[in-house]
Nanobody, 113 residues
Framework: QVQLVESGGGLVQPGGSLRLSCAASGFTFSNYRMSWYRQAPGKERELVAGIISDGGVTRYLDSVKGRFTISRDNAKNTVYLQMNSLKPEDTAVYYC??????WGQGTQVTVSS
């Protein structure tokens, strides 16, 4: 069955960096767009970044442009989210989403001093 397993979350100080990974299995990864969403307490889940199947096109939430980078390695069935210059408002649970319609379990990112 489809599995998406996120990793790389944690506690980081403002201005710091984290790299999230999402390892996919159970479907032909290279055929589908992949996305990262996040959900902060009391807020709706929002799209943070997306990348098409061959990695040629990406899109970002305005508030993370220039700080976050989404990428993928189709040989490793993995999508990444490099997050730099993190801010307290980036604190949320981050979810991987596959265009096939599946979600990962989420990984907590906390930005705090």
């Amino acid at each position: 069955q489809v599995q998406l397993v996120e990793s790389g979350g944690g506690l980081v100080q403002p201005g710091g960096s984290l790299r999230l990974s999402c390892a996919a299995s159970g479907f032909t990864f290279s055929n589908y767009r992949m996305s990262w969403y996040r959900q902060a307490p009391g807020k709706e889940r929002e799209l943070v970044a997306g990348i098409i199947s061959d990695g040629g096109v990406t899109r970002y939430l305005d508030s993370v442009k220039g700080r976050f980078t989404i990428s993928r390695d189709n040989a490793k069935n993995t999508v990444y989210l490099q997050m730099n210059s993190l801010k307290p408002e980036d604190t949320a649970v981050y979810y991987c989403y596959a265009g096939i319609g599946s979600w990962g379990q989420g990984t907590q990112v906390t930005v705090s001093s």
